[in-house]
């Protein structure tokens, strides 16, 4: 379905991210291609996906049509999956407005969104990949994720294109949560 899922693989052959996972899910799911992956290599694992745009349907993915900042987003994509997810994968990107400042911003914060929600819901041990711009993830953002996690490294698969401004964060290890 798209350049995204060659990224996904690459990481994957990368970080190993995806053996083993039985509920996954796919933030900024549109158009559909690293569910795709997630179905072909985990075909037993329950995935649910959530974009603004309209996704044709995948096999074996639940897919919801909303924002992700919708309040009750999150509580749908874990009932949905029945249980804590042990990846959750964001390749959300705030729409462009051609100043790169404002949408790298835009797009930090979709990215500690993302990372917050992960940190509420994985499982320990569990994983949280995240597309992010040029420069990664600002520091405060990857102490955040080095605290929670035992691995944070940035990557750029070949799959992106040489110009491209994107990069991914992996952050692997869930620490869990603490105890309230």
Known sequence: RSRAAYKLIELDERFEL??????????????????????????????????????????????FEMDFLDDAAPGKLIEALGGAPDLVLSDMAANTV???????????????????????????????????FAGGADSELVAEMKRNFKT??????????????????VAQGFKGRDPK
């Open 18 to 63: 995806i053996r083993g996972s039985k509920r996954v899910v796919d933030l900024g799911l549109a158009p559909g291609g690293w569910a795709q992956v997630i179905r072909r290599r985990i075909p037993k694992a329950t995935v649910v996906g959530i974009d603004l745009l309209p996704v044709d349907p995948i096999e074996g993915v639940t897919i």
């Open 98 to 132: 051609g100043h790169p400042q404002t949408d790298a911003l835009r797009t930090m914060a979709l990215v500690e969104t993302a990372l917050h929600f992960a940190c509420e819901v994985l499982e320990p041990g569990g994983t949280f990949v995240s597309k992010v």
């Open 152 to 169: 944070v490294k940035h990557a750029k698969p070949p799959a992106s294109r040489k110009g491209s401004v994107e990069w991914f964060v």
